[in-house]
Nanobody, 124 residues
Framework: QVQLVESGGGLVQAGGSLRLSCAAS????????LGWFRQAPGKEREFVAA????????VYADSVKGRFTISRNNAKNTMYLQMNSLKPEDTAVYYC?????????????????WGQGTQVTVSS
């Protein structure tokens, strides 16, 4: 069974940057795609970014396009989310998710393994 552990969250001022990591451990069967989702208080979980097995395909939500960059290192079983120009509306718990197969999807129901989440708070 695969376990996903997020790290790198914290408190940052608007305009600042954070880098989230998601480490996979346990039985990881390749290929697998990865994604980042987030959930703000009182709101539904929403898609942020996803990356294919090879890393050659990346998809972003319109709200983060141009500010966030998703990447992965398969040798380290780790995925990253570089977040720049952060805004207060980016405040949320960020989750990483994994699905079997090479293709990245934007819908949360396509993912079968989830991390516990890491809090990101952006102050104005």
């Amino acid at each position: 069974q695969v376990q996903l552990v997020e790290s790198g969250g914290g408190l940052v001022q608007a305009g600042g940057s954070l880098r989230l990591s998601c480490a996979a451990s346990g039985r990881t069967y390749s290929p697998y795609a990865l994604g980042w989702f987030r959930q703000a208080p009182g709101k539904e979980r929403e898609f942020v970014a996803a990356i294919s097995w090879s890393g050659g395909t990346t998809v972003y939500a319109d709200s983060v396009k141009g500010r966030f960059t998703i990447s992965r290192n398969n040798a380290k079983n780790t995925m990253y989310l570089q977040m720049n120009s952060l805004k207060p509306e980016d405040t949320a718990v960020y989750y990483c998710a994994q699905r079997g197969g090479a293709i990245a999807y934007t819908r949360s129901r396509e993912y079968d393994t989830w991390g516990q989440g890491t809090q990101v708070t952006v102050s104005s």
